[in-house]
């Protein structure tokens, strides 16, 4: 049984069992992008709704640092004084952010030691968690896993195939999947569908160009 499993700061989110079609999947670096951006989304509207979008409102700061803050940094929402802190969060590019792709986990996060310090709270700090994922979240991401691993099982015979919003979303993983490895030159096989590369930029203008005139 595949176990999908999500922790934050060592507590876990969500523990999950999947029964089908999992003992052969060894691979499931394909559709990490697709959970990756909805992470992302629902991250940034956490820090958008100063976290109701998690469920609940965070604390509002202290009166002397929130006076503080409105003559130096006016106009900015809490935890967002300078931005980087969101930004590590919400940006996989972004130099303080934590991606890191394996065939069976998936690490994100933020290298800024003070994330944790806000996700959990401190003696003299309230806890404002900037990662809380929502149901809806969880109910999405174990949707999108069994999507995947139910094209696999198609395209080893066990299935007949899937409905059209679901290749939709695997075509969809597909092209994530490269865009987050722009270095990939192999194709890339989900649900019996080969997917290939798409090709290099100067490649492509010159194919586009050079034959039409």
């Known amino acids: 049984m595949f176990r ?5 700061a060592g507590q ?3 523990d999950r069992g999947i029964a089908r079609f999992t003992e ?3 691979d499931y670096r394909p559709i990490w992008p697709v959970i990756a951006d909805d992470f992302y989304a629902q991250v940034a509207a956490q820090f958008k709704t100063e976290g109701e979008a998690g469920g609940e409102h965070w604390k509002e700061l202290k009166p002397e640092y929130a006076k503080f803050k409105e003559v130096a940094y006016p106009g900015k929402p809490i935890l967002q004084r300078t931005g980087t802190l969101a930004s590590s969060l919400t940006d996989r590019t972004d130099p303080n952010a934590v991606y890191i792709e394996a065939r069976k986990t998936l690490t994100l996060g933020s290298r800024l030691n003070y994330a944790l310090f806000h996700q959990q709270g401190t ?14 979240f969880k109910r999405e991401a174990m949707r999108n896993i069994q999507v995947y691993l139910v094209q696999i099982a198609s395209a080893c015979g066990f299935r007949t195939g899937l409905k059209p919003s679901d290749v939709e979303r695997l075509d969809a993983a597909a092209q994530k999947y490269f865009s987050a490895h722009p270095g990939a030159t192999a194709p890339l096989r989900m649900g019996g569908r080969l997917y290939h590369p798409p090709l ?3 490649h492509e203008h010159e194919h586009r160009g050079g034959k039409r005139d």
């Not at 999908?4 to 934050?8: G, K, S």
């Open 4 to 8: 999908f499993r999500m922790e934050i």
């Open 200 to 202: 290099p930029r100067e």
């Open 12 to 14: 876990a989110q969500l």
């Open 123 to 136: 003696s003299k700090m309230a806890a404002r968690p900037e990662i809380q994922l929502t149901e809806k």
């Open 24 to 26: 052969g999947v060894a």
